[in-house]
């Protein structure tokens, strides 16, 4: 089986020596903004709740720009990488091509390249300060305590191996420059804040804000704990993701990020946090989260503060969704070469639900990659699959293989009590039933005669009229 090639790209510059492709957001942006699918909203907005609505109001369409944030000189960006086809242009492919790209990034790592000299290091803030007048961070649903920043890119160093760690969590302002962090304890970034409990130091961690897509979908593979994502975005941007080191701790960031901040996690300082919005939509009491303090904030001269609109949006949704989905795609091909490709849907909240396309599978191939794909990803609780001759990102199609290969008796795979996420909505006691369904044909199935005929005009006929369909 070939390996995907990188996609052809557009969107390179012609910087000398340095990056060819424009790493930074802020290109990305201009682009938009030229095609007529950036708005800019002069009209001044409130951090409490007002982005938040116009976000979640206008959640699919052209990003949003907003220019006058009450409080703050910085604008806000919001809803930029909220469709896959934003993410494509965001690396200059195709959006078909999107898949190929994660495949080629994960198999084709490209390491960092560290830079003297980083935009984002133009302007310099040493503590003591408060960070919500520094930053527009907004205040995004009414039962959650405060301000979270969500877009943040985590870079973090492994204390025992030195390995670095690259990955999101949302981080709550907690006056001056306190923050919370609320990390899934099977997250990598939640294990080195606990080897650092362990030797009783705090966790260094730079913060970046205002990333290319590239780095956003990087920080989201999942990838082996001491495999570092930047190796990934670095496959994604076709060329290392140039890196400055950081001020005031031992850790390097995205040179062309818009925001920076420099800190420490207290592994020892836990904090409760009450509500707080998770991607099913609902709230959710997960109980205490890790306090912390940025100490140092570099940025842009002109600075633009991004914002992801967190809960069940398209933009925290697909994140997640492209990356999982992608990494699925890679492990799953590894033991059952029939897999050709792993959708994780956005209905499904970008992390509960899979559809799997395969070639050909033999009997019981399916429901094997059902439980693969299962074991492979906690979240997964809703697995369809499909034939390769369906468009996986076509509902229309998937529910038509239900219909027409699906049968209930037997395609149907049934877990009940399996361990689920601490995300899943309806788990109880963190167990929930899992359920696969396996929509593909049967050998014999199509045969003429059978009942899986397709009906079509003449072979010869139509053919003639497909290769001069244009004529028509
Ligand atoms: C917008 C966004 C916000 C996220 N917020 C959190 C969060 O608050 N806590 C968390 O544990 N994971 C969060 N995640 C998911 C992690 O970033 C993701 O699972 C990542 O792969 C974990 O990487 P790691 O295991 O290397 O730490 C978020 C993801 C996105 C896209
Ligand atoms: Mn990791």
Known sequence: MGRPARPERTGRNDAKGGAVVDQSMRGFMAGLETAGDLRRIARPVDTRFEIASVLSLRERGPAQFFDHVSGSAMP?????????????????????????????????????????????????????????????????????AGAYITAGVIVARDPATGRRNVSIARLRLEGGGRIMAGIAKNHH???????????????EIAVAIGNHVAVLLGSQMYVGLGDDEFDIVGGLLGEGVELVKCRTVDLEVPAHAEIVLEGVLFPEDLIEEGAVSEFPGFYVY????????????????????????????????????????????????????????????????GRLHAVISMHRPRLGEGKRAVILAMGLVNLLKHVVVVEDDIDIEDPRQVEWSLAA??????????????????????????????????????????????????ARPPADVYDRVRRALDDY
């Open 76 to 144: 806000v960006v919001g809803n930029l990488w909220n469709s896959r086809r934003r993410f494509a242009q965001g690396l200059g492919i195709a959006q078909e091509a999107l898949d190929d790209a994660c495949q080629h990034a994960l198999q084709h790592p490209i390491p960092p390249v560290i830079v003297a000299d980083a935009p984002v290091q133009a302007v310099v803030h040493q503590a003591p300060f408060e960070l919500s007048a520094l930053l527009p961070v907004p205040h995004w649903f009414e039962k959650e």
């Open 189 to 203: 970034l939640a294990m080195l804040a606990e080897k650092a409990r362990l030797r009783g130091h705090p966790l």
């Open 286 to 349: 997960y109980g205490p989260g890790i306090g912390g303090e940025i100490r140092c904030v570099t940025h842009r001269r002109d600075a633009i503060y991004q914002a992801i609109l967190p809960g069940y949006a398209a933009e925290h949704c697909l994140l997640g969704a492209v990356a999982i989905g992608a990494t699925l795609t890679r492990d799953l091909k590894r033991s059952i070469p029939a897999v050709r490709r792993v959708l994780v849907t956005e209905g499904g909240m």
């Open 405 to 454: 290969r699906f049968r209930g008796h037997e395609d149907l795979v049934v877990l009940p009590g399996v361990k689920a996420d601490r995300c899943d909505p309806l788990h109880e006691a963190l167990t929930v039933t899992k359920i696969g369904m396996v929509a593909t044909t049967r050998p014999g199935d199509g045969e003429a005669g059978g009942r899986a005929e397709f």
